[in-house]
């Protein structure tokens, strides 16, 4: 890099920038192209400056260095262990510089809210994304202005109010909904129910009848109750595909594995704790005897880990005392389990995550558990989390039941007694 160059980068960024996206992209050796493509999310750092960043790439080569905070290990250890010794051998002094393809469509309907805005810049980073549909009953049009002046590829096009939503719609790879209003102090989730049930139920019809094979995302809680909503819909609709709707529980896993990193000093990125259950309060069940690295807990770390991540949402809807709930956390978990999908999607074949979907694990006709995504969504559940479990684990699974077992009933009752709009 010329010295003009670098003073250049030096203005708009600090030596030694560090900065994590969650992407997919394709590792080019100069002068020995890779045969294939190997989807993954990944973290870049500069020795010296940024010479420029789009969102895609920084200064003329990247390298590397570990997993981002958008991938999980297992998919990293793969990439790594595929890649990086094919390029090496072919040739050892060369560097990778980076290939996009921006490819998938995504939709999130309620762009304009507290987790809408963050997310929607989230997915304007990433390289798979081509076009980025924001929707929302007000506000959305200044979102899109803002957002359209980042360069990165997706083309962002705002849609408002019930007579542009199937517009936004057509076409759709992957839809998101975190639409609905957010929990207020001494609000439970239950407490959300019958405003955001409508919501939910509303969107779901519109999804069903103009993009009905896109993967769907719900974030709108209550998700124990609203994802059993979407799901009635859907069948309702004659379009319902168990393995293209998704709970978006991801929160749930990043909060385990920030909170066991923390206790136990632990390097975050190597963490993965496993959560099951639901996605509300003793529902949430953090497999600890499960976390990788092997660590140990006392019976004291468990009881207050665990009523930690279950009450995690709580404590940010207290800690911003009325204004507002858990947004940016939920967005960025919601981000990444968007880039894992779409990483499924592009045929990336070792992805996993966390997810509350339709499930033959337990008793229960919903579960969230840990799934490997595919091109046609779910395409396995993981069953080996639940065996081999803690007397405390296999003790709060059980209690889970009742509780999760009447939210996904009052969901799907809720649909029942309502006509799905032809």
Do not use: W
Request: glycine fraction near 8%; include cysteine; charge should be positive.
């Amino acid at each position: 890099m010329s010295s003009r160059k670098s003073k250049k980068c030096e203005m708009a960024t600090t030596s030694a920038s560090t900065f994590s996206i969650g992407s997919t992209v394709s590792f080019r050796s100069k002068g020995n192209p890779l045969p294939q493509t190997k989807p993954f999310a990944a973290r870049f750092t500069s020795q010296n400056s940024l010479a420029s960043f789009s969102g895609l790439k920084a200064a003329t080569y990247v390298k590397c260095e570990s997993e981002s905070s958008f991938l999980g290990t297992e998919s990293s250890a793969a990439l790594r262990g595929s890649f990086v010794p094919k390029a090496q051998k072919a040739n050892p002094r060369s560097q990778y510089g980076l290939q996009p393809v921006a490819s998938y469509k995504v939709a999130i309907l309620g762009a304009a809210g507290g987790i809408g805005q963050p997310l929607a810049l989230l997915i304007k980073m990433s390289p798979l994304v081509s076009a980025l549909n924001l929707y929302d009953i007000a506000n959305v049009k200044g979102v899109a202005a803002d957002l359209s002046h980042c360069n990165t590829p997706s083309q962002v096009q705002d849609f408002t109010g019930a007579s542009e939503l199937g517009n936004c719609l057509k076409g759709v790879n992957v839809v998101v909904i975190p639409a609905g209003v957010p929990r207020k102090p001494g609000m439970t989730r239950d407490d959300l129910f019958n405003i955001n049930a409508n919501i939910v139920k509303t969107l779901v019809e519109a999804v069903a009848d103009n993009c009905p094979d896109a993967f769907i995302h719900i974030i709108s809680n209550p998700v124990n109750s609203t994802v059993p909503i979407a799901a009635e819909v859907l069948k309702q609709k004659g379009v319902y595909d168990p393995k293209k709707l998704f709970g978006v529980t991801t929160l749930d896993v990043v909060r385990a594995n920030t909170f066991v990193a923390q206790k136990k000093n632990l390097k975050l990125i190597d963490v993965d704790v496993p959560v099951v259950g639901g996605h509300a309060g003793i529902t949430i069940l953090p497999l600890l005897s499960k976390t990788k690295p092997s660590v140990s807990f006392t019976d004291e770390e468990v009881e207050q880990l665990t009523v930690r991540i279950q009450n995690a949402g709580t404590e940010v809807v207290e800690a911003k005392a009325g204004a507002g709930s858990a947004t940016l956390s939920m967005a960025y978990a919601a981000a990444r389990f968007v880039e894992s999908s779409l990483r499924a999607l592009d045929g990336d074949g070792d992805v996993y995550e966390c997810s509350f979907v339709q499930s033959d694990l337990t008793d229960l006709p919903f579960f969230a558990s840990r799934i490997k995504l595919g091109t046609k969504g779910v395409e396995a559940l993981i069953p080996s989390d639940l065996s081999g479990l803690s007397e405390y684990e296999e003790k709060a699974l059980e209690a889970l039941k009742p509780e999760l077992k009447a939210s996904i009933e009052k969901g799907i009752a809720f649909v029942q007694k309502q006509p799905i709009t032809a």
